[in-house]
């Protein structure tokens, strides 16, 4: 069975740091691009950032980009979201999600998610 679990929010103040990491198992890790979304009350969930399987391509949302790094680790079968500099409005719940290809369809599949709030 495909799980994903999130670790390592808390509460942080602004301008600190967290590491956010996704342990997966249950399918292919090295052969799936793996995705950090992030959802605040009230707001659409948001794509945050994205690495490909070998981790060798990463993306980010605007929001974030020269504050988070996404990376992998697939002898882990595990992500990592570092994230400095945080801000008030990075305040979320963050999940790893990771979307899988059969012959006939594409599921998604999404870990518990981890709290993130940055306040003072």
């Known amino acids: 069975q495909v799980q994903l679990v999130e670790s390592g929010g808390g509460l942080v103040q602004p301008g600190g740091s967290l590491r956010l990491s996704c342990a997966a198992s249950?399918?292919?890790?090295?052969?799936?691009?793996i995705r950090w979304y992030r959802q605040a009350p009230g707001k659409e969930r948001e794509l945050v950032a994205s690495?490909?399987?070998?981790?060798?391509?990463?993306t980010y949302a605007d929001s974030v980009k020269g504050r988070f790094t996404i990376s992998r680790d697939n002898a882990k079968n595990s992500v990592y979201l570092q994230m400095n500099s945080l801000k008030p409005e990075d305040t979320a719940v963050y999940y790893c999600?990771?979307?899988?290809?059969?012959?006939?369809?594409?599921?998604?599949?999404w870990g518990q998610g981890t709290q993130v709030t940055v306040s003072s």
């Open positions: 999600n990771v979307e899988l290809v059969g012959l006939m369809n594409k599921r998604n599949y």
């Open positions: 249950g399918f292919t890790f090295s052969s799936y691009a």
């Open positions: 690495v490909t399987s070998a981790g060798g391509t990463t």
